[in-house]
């Protein structure tokens, strides 16, 4: 690329453009802040030895007008968590050390500790994460910042009904992830004003150029035609960027996209800026010479600009209040399907406010619809973009609302990248997935999911609840909507039989034991869930098993599983409609590897299934009632065999 002249000052335009902004905007502070900014993450990623100084240098004269401008960010700088105050999200997160600098020089960080960057016990790290009280959501996994911005524009818009603004700043590299035009669609969609999206274009990724460089009419292009207004921009003249953010707070009905050319390592030394290879590398021995060089750029060096207050009430963020949950009167042994009980258990639980549903086009399959229908206002459809609608759901629960996530279970996988940062947001997020094992039946086994408890459960801080009947199903929704934390919840498509009354209490963390009716002793525990406790329970018709419920996967009611195996010689069998790594074999067996007197055995899905009728698929794949009777006797034999074994060894010692 052709050499350049350093935009970082104010008199970039026409005299006459230059000197009306001076009027009424600080233009040569904002310079002078924006190298400030400049220095601050050449010395916070010198002093932790890593860091991308070169990224946050590309976005100095941004994050300078955006916290310091009058047309930039509205916000009450003394509490970050005011609801009222313009957010932004950092999506390009890497470029974290400029964002905490930023803070710094608004008050809230002391400039002291910036230089604590990534230490263990500093919370300024590496990434941005909630841990801090002004970032609302973990970024650093690309493509995820966006998602969450149309999530926080959505409910600003539509729910809160506020002057709020969401500003949204993303690498240019960043928008090769499909999920920033899933996001892109959806702003388009619902005309969401109130979001402005900046894209960082400085050429350079992390090994080599970027995909556009700075063919900026390519990327207006592609913006353009997913519903945004689009406006270009020098990304280092502070002129132009103060009259573009002027121009997006009056734009209606589109999102904007501000499209910045920008240089990597802007106003470092030559054989920096704009060049490959300093990607996420601190400056080292070129530090002295570039921070040398930034300060004698400074025309004040206590230049200072009070950000722009919000002129509304503070906003705090409330908990979900009350929730009520109103169960149809089930009939013990009535056939109801586990996603339809699920769906009017969301319907009943959607009449607290805080409520909302999103899902991705197939409402009428996992039973959203109902509440879809109950509450139209607070249903979101995201069309089928899996990883966009996980994304807006965290942005939501940062704005204090309670989502539930609704698609099929096997398609959840699509987005399971952003439920593991969801748990890095610490987000009160509820996830469900429908359709999920073999006994789906004829539709095949790319719509099973058979994966779904291995990714759940390693999820920090998640609850994932299982339910076996409807009134379980419906206890598990409210369990979900009161408590706060990532909770994933396994509905079966089929219809099964109703076992509790509506009064039985469900908890978290705990399972429901049923034993045999009469006094013969167990021969195994057989702990089950879903569509296989219905299998278990016609099983235990034939032998003598006490079947577990197990309702509540992670936690596991390990205490109880180990209190009933002990009656049953410490024989257990697992059976579940998943395959057996990471499902309920996995959570017992762990659960129980210091118990020396259990032996665990898992009937699980045990081959690639395929279309057929559900119970065919059952007994097929080797899960269904007649399997489970089958264990139970060959178990039988082989403790025979092991007791014959011991009685005729012990009969030769007692010879010798």
């Given at each position: 690329?052709?050499?350049?002249?350093?935009?970082?000052?104010?008199?970039?335009?026409?005299?006459?453009?230059?000197?009306?902004?001076?009027?009424?905007?600080?233009?040569?502070?904002?310079?002078?802040?924006?190298?400030?900014?400049?220095?601050?993450?050449?010395?916070?990623?010198?002093?932790?030895?890593?860091?991308?100084?070169?990224?946050?240098?590309?976005?100095?004269?941004?994050?300078?007008?955006?916290?310091?401008?009058?047309?930039?960010?509205?916000?009450?700088?003394?509490?970050?968590?005011?609801?009222?105050?313009?957010?932004?999200?950092?999506?390009?997160?890497?470029?974290?050390?400029?964002?905490?600098?930023?803070?710094?020089?608004?008050?809230?960080?002391?400039?002291?500790?910036?230089?604590?960057?990534?230490?263990?016990?500093?919370?300024?790290?590496?990434?941005?994460?909630?841990?801090?009280?002004?970032i609302d959501v973990a970024t650093g996994s690309l493509g995820q910042g966006i998602c969450n911005a149309v999530g926080m524009a959505y409910s600003i818009k539509n729910w809160e009904k506020t002057s709020s603004r969401i500003w949204c700043i993303c690498g240019d590299g960043e928008m090769m992830e499909g999920s920033c035009w899933e996001a892109l669609a959806i702003a388009g969609h619902y005309h969401l004003e109130n979001l402005t999206i900046i894209i960082d274009m400085n050429r350079l990724g992390q090994s080599k150029p970027t995909l556009h460089e700075h063919k900026i009419a390519e990327m207006k292009a592609k913006c353009s035609a997913f519903g945004a207004q689009v406006f270009t921009i020098d990304g280092h003249s502070i002129p132009d960027?103060?009259?573009?953010?002027?121009?997006?707070?009056?734009?209606?009905?589109?999102?904007?996209?501000?499209?910045?050319?920008?240089?990597?390592?802007?106003?470092?030394?030559?054989?920096?800026?704009?060049?490959?290879?300093?990607?996420?590398?601190?400056?080292?021995?070129?530090?002295?010479?570039?921070?040398?060089?930034?300060?004698?750029?400074?025309?004040?060096?206590?230049?200072?600009?009070?950000?722009?207050?919000?002129?509304?009430?503070?906003?705090?963020?409330?908990?979900?209040?009350?929730?009520?949950?109103?169960?149809?009167?089930?009939?013990?042994?009535?056939?109801?399907?586990?996603?339809?009980?699920?769906?009017?258990?969301?319907?009943?639980?959607?009449?607290?406010?805080?409520?909302?549903?999103?899902?991705?086009?197939?409402?009428?399959?996992?039973?959203?619809?109902?509440?879809?229908?109950?509450?139209?206002?607070?249903?979101?459809?995201?069309?089928?973009?899996?990883?966009?609608?996980?994304?807006?759901?965290?942005?939501?629960?940062?704005?204090?609302?309670?989502?539930?996530?609704?698609?099929?279970?096997?398609?959840?996988?699509?987005?399971?990248?952003?439920?593991?940062?969801?748990?890095?947001?610490?987000?009160?997020?509820?996830?469900?997935?429908?359709?999920?094992?073999?006994?789906?039946?004829?539709?095949?086994?790319?719509?099973?999911?058979?994966?779904?408890?291995?990714?759940?459960?390693?999820?920090?801080?998640?609850?994932?609840?299982?339910?076996?009947?409807?009134?379980?199903?419906?206890?598990?929704?409210?369990?979900?909507?009161?408590?706060?934390?990532?909770?994933?919840?396994?509905?079966?498509?089929?219809?099964?039989?109703?076992?509790?009354?509506?009064?039985?209490?469900?908890?978290?963390?705990?399972?429901?034991?049923?034993?045999?009716?009469?006094?013969?002793?167990?021969?195994?525990?057989?702990?089950?869930?879903?569509?296989?406790?219905?299998?278990?329970?016609?099983?235990?018709?034939?032998?003598?098993?006490?079947?577990?419920?197990?309702?509540?996967?992670?936690?596991?009611?390990?205490?109880?599983?180990?209190?009933?195996?002990?009656?049953?010689?410490?024989?257990?069998?697992?059976?579940?409609?998943?395959?057996?790594?990471?499902?309920?074999?996995?959570?017992?067996?762990?659960?129980?590897?210091?118990?020396?007197?259990?032996?665990?055995?898992?009937?699980?899905?045990?081959?690639?299934?395929?279309?057929?009728?559900?119970?065919?698929?059952?007994?097929?794949?080797?899960?269904?009632?007649?399997?489970?009777?089958?264990?139970?006797?060959?178990?039988?034999?082989?403790?025979?065999?092991?007791?014959?074994?011991?009685?005729?060894?012990?009969?030769?010692?007692?010879?010798?």
């Amino acid at each position: 690329p052709p050499k350049r002249k350093s935009h970082g000052t104010p008199g970039k335009g026409t005299p006459a453009k230059v000197k009306k902004l001076a009027e009424n905007h600080e233009l040569e502070k904002l310079a002078d802040i924006a190298t400030k900014l400049r220095i601050h993450s050449v010395e916070m990623t010198q002093a932790s030895k890593s860091g991308h100084p070169t990224t946050c240098s590309s976005i100095a004269e941004i994050m300078s007008c955006l916290f310091f401008d009058t047309y930039g960010m509205n916000y009450d700088c003394t509490f970050p968590q005011d609801l009222m105050n313009d957010k932004l999200v950092l999506s390009k997160g890497h470029a974290a050390p400029i964002l905490y600098a930023a803070w710094a020089e608004a008050g809230y960080v002391k400039k002291e500790d910036l230089k604590n960057l990534r230490k263990i016990d500093c919370d300024l790290e590496g990434h941005p994460t909630p841990r801090l009280p002004f970032i609302d959501v973990a970024t650093g996994s690309l493509g995820q910042g966006i998602c969450n911005a149309v999530g926080m524009a959505y409910s600003i818009k539509n729910w809160e009904k506020t002057s709020s603004r969401i500003w949204c700043i993303c690498g240019d590299g960043e928008m090769m992830e499909g999920s920033c035009w899933e996001a892109l669609a959806i702003a388009g969609h619902y005309h969401l004003e109130n979001l402005t999206i900046i894209i960082d274009m400085n050429r350079l990724g992390q090994s080599k150029p970027t995909l556009h460089e700075h063919k900026i009419a390519e990327m207006k292009a592609k913006c353009s035609a997913f519903g945004a207004q689009v406006f270009t921009i020098d990304g280092h003249s502070i002129p132009d960027i103060i009259t573009t953010f002027d121009k997006c707070r009056k734009t209606i009905n589109k999102p904007q996209v501000i499209l910045a050319k920008t240089f990597k390592g802007n106003d470092f030394t030559e054989d920096i800026q704009d060049k490959l290879n300093w990607h996420g590398k601190p400056l080292g021995n070129n530090a002295e010479k570039v921070i040398e060089h930034l300060k004698s750029k400074i025309k004040d060096p206590e230049a200072h600009v009070e950000p722009t207050k919000h002129a509304g009430e503070k906003i705090e963020k409330k908990d979900i209040g009350e929730v009520t949950l109103k169960i149809p009167e089930y009939k013990l042994g009535d056939k109801v399907a586990i996603r339809s009980a699920y769906g009017n258990a969301l319907k009943s639980v959607g009449n607290n406010e805080k409520v909302v549903c999103l899902d991705a086009d197939t409402s009428n399959s996992t039973m959203s619809c109902l509440f879809k229908d109950s509450h139209p206002d607070r249903f979101v459809e995201c069309f089928i973009g899996e990883q966009n609608m996980v994304g807006m759901a965290v942005g939501m629960h940062c704005r204090g609302f309670v989502p539930f996530v609704n698609t099929f279970g096997a398609f959840h996988s699509r987005s399971y990248d952003f439920i593991r940062m969801a748990a890095i947001s610490m987000a009160n997020i509820k996830i469900v997935g429908s359709h999920c094992g073999a006994s789906i039946g004829q539709d095949g086994t790319s719509q099973m999911a058979l994966e779904d408890l291995a990714m759940m459960r390693p999820i920090f801080g998640s609850t994932v609840l299982y339910p076996s009947d409807p009134v379980s199903a419906e206890k598990a929704t409210e369990l979900a909507a009161k408590t706060k934390g990532i909770f994933y919840i396994r509905t079966t498509r089929a219809a099964l039989p109703t076992v509790y009354s509506n009064e039985e209490k469900f908890e978290i963390g705990k399972c429901k034991v049923h034993p045999k009716e009469g006094d013969a002793k167990p021969k195994a525990v057989v702990v089950a869930a879903g569509i296989t406790f219905d299998e278990a329970k016609k099983a235990q018709k034939e032998v003598d098993i006490t079947v577990i419920d197990l309702f509540s996967v992670k936690p596991l009611d390990a205490e109880k599983i180990y209190e009933e195996a002990v009656k049953a010689d410490g024989v257990i069998i697992t059976v579940e409609d998943h395959y057996i790594q990471g499902g309920i074999y996995d959570a017992v067996c762990g659960a129980l590897s210091q118990k020396k007197d259990v032996s665990v055995h898992g009937l699980a899905i045990n081959d690639l299934p395929r279309s057929g009728e559900p119970d065919e698929l059952l007994e097929m794949f080797g899960v269904s009632s007649k399997r489970i009777i089958e264990k139970v006797k060959s178990l039988q034999v082989l403790s025979l065999y092991h007791l014959s074994n011991r009685l005729i060894f012990q009969t030769l010692l007692q010879k010798k």
